[in-house]
């Protein structure tokens, strides 16, 4: 079973009337209303200027397909100082009442042009050894952030720990067992003593969506197609489980998208997955990005319409793509694929 890619991809592409989306617009956080009949998409966006500065725009659309700017100004950015001063990237946003919940990616400093430096971010030249471990590595944290409505913010605080680099963080959009869960991937937790070899998916069980202090693997690399591994999506209730997309890094570099159903009562259990790939890269917009990267196909949000599921994807870091699938079709497949 494949995801089908929308025949107009890109749905979003750099926009060179704007510099700070001209060089990517990707890795976008999404969400539906069905009152409203409206996808609203919460994308990462940079141009062309030597710190890198990232941001996020907004898109929207009446029919999950096609989508129009909302802003010709980006609707959130790092802080002026703090621990998000550097970039936000990759937001992933769940709605609890009325208010939506965006986890997001960042660092101490902007990342500078890291692709023409070996992937290595840029790391201020005079940190001290005694500085923390985040601001010494500009490694990433990740960092929520509250609205109601995409134009005022509450700007929470940090979720992870500070000496794990970790990002891929992502809520579930409820409680389960009377506390709210996360999935997350520090990279930095591999090895001896953390039972994965590589940089794998972790849950998180917590009253209160800034103080994570217990976490558990959920999941690691299995199959030839993967590599290490992270989360994607927020996860979906269905009959079957939370349902979640994660990606797998290959040895050749190759970002894959895979899925997983979680236990609806205690999702630190793995029920079912795919042994295979469900999209890969293959398309120009997906191989062949400004960072020299690879091939990329790298959701951070899906949604339900109807009886359709809407992937909506970063390409290449550079492009948005949409993939579908029939919602029955893809629990078909996974529950075909339980995990012993």
Not at 217 to 230: R, S, V
Not at 282 to 308: H, L, R, S
Request: aromatic share 14%; proline share 7%; glycine share 8%.
């Amino acid at each position: 079973m494949k995801l089908t890619r929308y025949k107009k991809n890109p749905i979003l592409s750099p926009n060179p009337e704007n510099a700070w989306e001209s060089l990517v617009t990707t890795n976008p956080g999404a969400w539906y209303d069905p009152e409203a009949g409206q996808v609203t998409l919460l994308y990462r966006a940079a141009g062309d200027d030597e710190e890198h500065v990232i941001r996020f725009g907004l898109a929207v659309s009446r029919n999950g397909y096609d989508f129009q700017r909302v802003s010709d100004q980006p609707v959130f950015g790092p802080s002026a100082d703090g621990f998000d001063a550097g970039c936000v990237e990759d937001p992933r946003i769940v709605k609890i009442g009325e208010y939506y919940y965006i986890t997001y990616a960042t660092r101490f400093y902007h990342p500078g042009k890291y692709w023409l430096n070996s992937g290595k971010h840029q790391v201020w030249k005079h940190n001290p050894a005694a500085f923390p471990y985040l601001i010494r590595e500009n490694a990433t944290a990740t960092g929520l952030a509250i609205t109601r409505d995409f134009k005022t913010w509450i700007r929470a605080g940090r979720m992870t720990s500070p000496l794990a680099d970790d990002r891929d963080v992502i809520l579930f959009p409820e409680k389960v067992g009377g506390q709210f869960v996360m999935l997350h991937r520090p990279m930095n937790w591999a090895g001896a003593g953390y039972g994965t070899e590589h940089p794998a998916i972790w849950i998180a069980f917590s009253e209160d969506l800034l103080n994570w202090t217990a976490s558990r693997l959920l999941a690691k690399a299995e199959f030839d197609w993967e590599y290490k591994i992270g989360g994607n999506t927020p996860p979906i209730r269905t009959p079957h489980g939370w349902l979640t997309l994660y990606h797998a890094v290959g040895e050749d570099h190759y970002y894959r998208l895979g899925a997983l159903l979680l236990d609806p009562d205690d999702p630190a259990k793995v029920t079912h997955r795919t042994r295979d790939w469900i999209l890969q890269p293959e398309e120009a917009y997906e191989t062949q990005g400004c960072y020299d990267c690879g091939g990329v196909v790298f959701p951070c949000g899906k949604v339900v319409i109807g009886d359709t599921l809407f992937v909506y994807y970063g390409a290449a870091d550079k492009y948005i793509g949409l993939a579908t699938c029939k919602m029955e079709a893809l629990l078909e497949y996974l529950l075909a694929c339980p995990v012993s």
